[in-house]
């Protein structure tokens, strides 16, 4: 009973007691425009909050790393880094979840191991592994579980049954049994959140607009979002939630305005997994606002790419006609500049001509310096070239996909885009195609590599190259360390590795060497060409 006596005095005060900026009865259309000037000013600055998270990710990482460390909190730590990535590179966050499951798994605590297979049981759905998913959450015996992983264990069922209805949001006959899941396990979750917590704020008004009660779910959200700040990832979500009470209501400028506002919080949190923006941007391609649906649009998309989940980026692929559309129309605009320039690029060319007469006639002259100068600058040239290469190569795979992709969503084919993303044979064979550019890029550059790598280990642990093979994984490690690429991050992302099997490699390198101390000191004196 005291329970839902402070249920209703946090409603009243929610209708008494907002905030300004989200209490507001009628939003308008003046309110709607502030909004998204706003929204575009901090997109524009999303590079920076994302920095910040990878800032503070860093940090968990090193503590982590270090020697002077508990069990225990290291076990948090990784707990911590898994769900700094959930919303912002699924892959990173089941990794660290998965190195936090095998490490309490063999400590024997079965309560925190619980904890990581709920977490990896959670997004496992955005990777598409939903059999998978559903698998290890049923595996959990419920009956089993302390009373203190009871909260996790329906929130984990509340968001996992959610992501999976996402994926048949046009089957009914399959999305309705999965949302009813979802909002059983948020039935039971809901009494043992600590009574008016964001938690169990969010919980509730996501019951109330699930059961069609409107007016309490807007005033227990709007409760939310005064006490927490924007940054905050629940504060996105209930500015989601806020804008579907406005569109099923009919009330336009607060749809608009609350999906704006959610994305501006998805922003300032640097969070990648998202769908407001997405969503925002169709609503301003279908009002005729060109030039915002194709920011939002273009944006949503690399965030989906970038988060690399692949029912974010199923959702997104939905969305190329519109963005195809908005290009045309940009186009059209775009024409009537082109015959307005086109004269004064005419007498920019012929300026440009004479520039060019004059420059050959001087050229003739410095040909001796040319030459000098191009000798020393070989090395520069050969980098140049070969990362034009590159480019030219990966832009034409991309416009190959991309023409696929329009033909595959054209003709329907959405699950064959899923299959293919699933498979990875995609990306295996860029890999492949990167590798070998890379390998003849490099072995241009520095001839004699392998044999100078050679020199640094124990005889017997040369390494010996099969027929045809220019360089192996072990050689493209050392590699990327002689360009200077120190960190395990970035050569895992470039030779499509993960972080921890970069780590054993150069780990097993360094005990290969005949010095393993100086091994990476004496990598980087290798000489290039001459």
């Known amino acids: 009973m005291h329970r839902y006596i402070s249920l209703f005095i946090s409603i009243m005060s929610a209708l008494l007691f907002v905030n300004p900026a989200s209490s507001k009865n009628v939003i308008g259309a003046e309110d709607v425009k502030s909004i998204l000037n706003r929204l575009d000013s901090e997109l524009d600055r999303r590079d920076i909050y994302l920095n910040m998270r990878h800032a503070s990710i860093d940090s968990l990482k090193a503590i982590v790393a270090g020697k002077n460390i508990s069990a225990e909190e290291r076990l948090e730590c990784l707990l911590q880094l898994g769900d700094s990535y959930n919303v912002l590179n699924t892959d990173s966050a089941l990794t660290f979840y998965a190195k936090g499951y095998d490490l309490s798994l063999s400590l024997g605590l079965d309560s925190v191991s619980t904890r990581f297979k709920l977490r990896t049981a959670t997004y496992l759905p955005l990777l598409a592994f939903i059999t998978e998913a559903a698998d290890r959450f049923n595996a959990i015996d419920r009956e089993s579980l302390p009373d203190g992983l009871m909260l996790e264990y329906y929130d984990a069922a509340r968001q996992m049954y959610s992501y999976i209805a996402s994926y048949y949001i046009n089957y009914p006959e399959i999305y309705d049994p999965y949302m009813k899941k979802s909002q059983d396990a948020q039935a039971k979750l809901l009494p043992l959140l600590e009574d008016g917590s964001p938690r169990f704020l969010l919980n509730q008004g996501e019951y109330f607009f699930y059961h069609q009660q409107y007016s309490k779910a807007k005033a227990v959200l709007l409760l939310l979002l005064d006490r927490i700040p924007e940054e905050d990832n629940l504060y996105a979500r209930a500015c989601h939630l806020l804008a579907d009470i406005a569109k099923a209501?009919?009330?336009?400028?607060?749809?608009?305005?609350?999906?704006?506002?959610?994305?501006?919080?998805?922003?300032?949190?640097?969070?990648?997994?998202?769908?407001?923006?997405?969503?925002?941007?169709?609503?301003?391609?279908?009002?005729?606002?060109?030039?915002?649906?194709?920011?939002?649009?273009?944006?949503?998309?690399?965030?989906?790419?970038?988060?690399?989940?692949?029912?974010?980026?199923?959702?997104?692929?939905?969305?190329?006609?519109?963005?195809?559309?908005?290009?045309?129309?940009?186009?059209?605009?775009?024409?009537?500049?082109?015959?307005?320039?086109?004269?004064?690029?005419?007498?920019?060319?012929?300026?440009?001509?004479?520039?060019?007469?004059?420059?050959?006639?001087?050229?003739?002259?410095?040909?001796?310096?040319?030459?000098?100068?191009?000798?020393?600058?070989?090395?520069?040239?050969?980098?140049?070239?070969?990362?034009?290469?590159?480019?030219?190569?990966?832009?034409?795979?991309?416009?190959?996909?991309?023409?696929?992709?329009?033909?595959?969503?054209?003709?329907?084919?959405?699950?064959?885009?899923?299959?293919?993303?699933?498979?990875?044979?995609?990306?295996?064979?860029?890999?492949?195609?990167?590798?070998?550019?890379?390998?003849?890029?490099?072995?241009?550059?520095?001839?004699?590599?392998?044999?100078?790598?050679?020199?640094?280990?124990?005889?017997?642990?040369?390494?010996?190259?099969?027929?045809?093979?220019?360089?192996?994984?072990?050689?493209?490690?050392?590699?990327?360390?002689?360009?200077?690429?120190?960190?395990?991050?970035?050569?895992?992302?470039?030779?499509?590795?993960?972080?921890?099997?970069?780590?054993?490699?150069?780990?097993?390198?360094?005990?290969?060497?005949?010095?393993?101390?100086?091994?990476?000191?004496?990598?980087?004196?290798?000489?290039?060409?001459?």
């Open 249 to 530: 209501r009919g009330e336009h400028n607060a749809y608009v305005y609350y999906l704006a506002l959610s994305a501006i919080a998805d922003t300032r949190g640097a969070t990648l997994e998202v769908s407001s923006l997405q969503e925002l941007g169709r609503i301003m391609y279908l009002h005729g606002d060109v030039r915002h649906a194709y920011d939002y649009l273009s944006a949503a998309l690399s965030e989906a790419v970038e988060c690399n989940a692949p029912l974010r980026i199923i959702q997104s692929s939905n969305i190329f006609p519109i963005i195809e559309s908005a290009h045309k129309a940009e186009l059209r605009k775009s024409t009537v500049r082109i015959y307005i320039v086109m004269p004064i690029m005419a007498v920019l060319l012929a300026v440009l001509a004479i520039t060019l007469y004059v420059l050959h006639r001087k050229n003739r002259l410095m040909n001796r310096m040319a030459v000098k100068l191009e000798e020393a600058n070989n090395t520069k040239d050969v980098y140049i070239s070969q990362f034009l290469n590159l480019c030219s190569i990966y832009m034409d795979k991309l416009n190959q996909f991309n023409k696929m992709v329009n033909r595959k969503i054209i003709t329907g084919k959405v699950d064959d885009l899923l299959k293919l993303t699933k498979q990875g044979k995609f990306i295996e064979e860029q890999s492949k195609e990167f590798y070998d550019v890379f390998d003849d890029a490099f072995l241009h550059i520095y001839p004699s590599f392998v044999s100078e790598v050679n020199k640094l280990l124990r005889e017997e642990e040369r390494i010996i190259l099969r027929d045809g093979e220019k360089l192996n994984t072990d050689l493209r490690i050392i590699a990327f360390m002689r360009l200077g690429i120190e960190e395990s991050t970035r050569i895992a992302q470039m030779l499509n590795y993960s972080v921890y099997t970069i780590y054993t490699y150069r780990n097993k390198l360094k005990n290969r060497a005949i010095s393993r101390d100086t091994f990476e000191e004496d990598v980087m004196k290798i000489k290039s060409m001459a």
